[in-house]
């Protein structure tokens, strides 16, 4: 099973980015997904996820109307497309697939597949 991270890099405030989760050896919407992400001197968080089966979706307070988290199922890629980027969203970007997206947001115990990340800085 192997994950791999893309699209991320320098934007400027205010800037756009659309991430992708590329899968091999798993098919991603047989399981929940979610993209976590991990500043420097801070713990990984969840940002958003998408279950599988119905699709539900669920987005961090701090990125919601800003993020967008979908599936391209014929790719086998998860993308989270981000938009109005702040400083605050400068971190390492990894994307996970898991057992479940509980109501919450992503638990990291539940998600046993990770990329290596990819870096998203937002900076003038």
């Known amino acids: 099973v192997q994950l791999v991270e893309s699209g991320g890099g320098l934007v400027q405030p205010g800037g756009s980015l659309r991430l992708y989760c590329a899968a091999s050896?798993?098919?991603?919407?047989?399981?929940?997904n979610c993209w976590l992400r991990q500043a420097p001197g801070k713990e990984r968080e969840g940002v958003s996820g998408?279950?599988?089966?119905?699709?539900?979706?669920y987005y961090a307070d701090s990125v919601k109307c800003r993020f967008t988290i979908s599936r391209d199922s014929a790719k086998n890629t998860v993308l989270l497309q981000m938009i109005s980027l702040e400083p605050e969203d400068t971190a390492v970007y990894y994307c996970?697939?898991?057992?479940?997206?509980?109501?919450?947001?992503?638990?990291?115990?539940?998600?046993?597949?990770w990329g290596q990340g990819t870096q998203v800085t937002v900076s003038s």
């Open positions: 998408i279950s599988s089966g119905d699709g539900n979706t």
């Open positions: 050896g798993l098919t991603l919407d047989a399981f929940a």
């Open positions: 996970a697939a898991g057992l479940t997206l509980r109501e919450g947001g992503p638990r990291l115990t539940d998600f046993g597949s």
